[in-house]
């Protein structure tokens, strides 16, 4: 019933930009954490970008100055601005959404992210 389909990956060029966005259904969206992870080939996952059912927002100091995460809860759907991208952003990005009281946790499927010249 929960789903959380991600879009907007694709290949960008160093300095490039891209949007992505999060679309869920099947829960209530404001009540919960969202969250943006990647996963570059080789490596573990990472919290690239956190946002809170209050609007407190995190970056990882890697993203910090060039990603910008946002959410629209009437529209249900959480976007990560990608501006200035580097080669290193190139990953698997995962939409994530968590609720702890009652503990709730649910993963989108992946989107690719691929930064080259």
């Known amino acids: 019933q929960v789903q959380l389909v991600e879009s907007g990956g694709g290949l960008a060029q160093p300095g490039g930009s891209l949007r992505l966005s999060c679309a869920a259904s099947?829960?209530?969206?404001?009540?919960?954490?969202m969250s943006w992870y990647r996963q570059a080939p080789g490596k573990e996952r990472e919290l690239a970008a956190t946002?809170?059912?209050?609007?407190?927002?995190n970056y990882a100091d890697s993203v910090k100055g060039r990603f910008t995460i946002s959410r629209d809860d009437p529209k249900k759907i959480m976007y990560l601005q990608m501006n200035s991208l580097k080669p290193e952003d190139t990953a698997v990005y995962y939409c994530?959404?968590?609720?702890?009281?009652?503990?709730?946790?649910?993963w989108g499927q992946g989107i690719q992210v691929t930064v080259s010249s």
């Open positions: 994530n959404a968590l609720y702890d009281y009652g503990y709730l946790n649910y």
């Open positions: 946002i809170t059912a209050g609007g407190i927002i």
């Open positions: 099947g829960l209530t969206f404001s009540a919960f954490v």
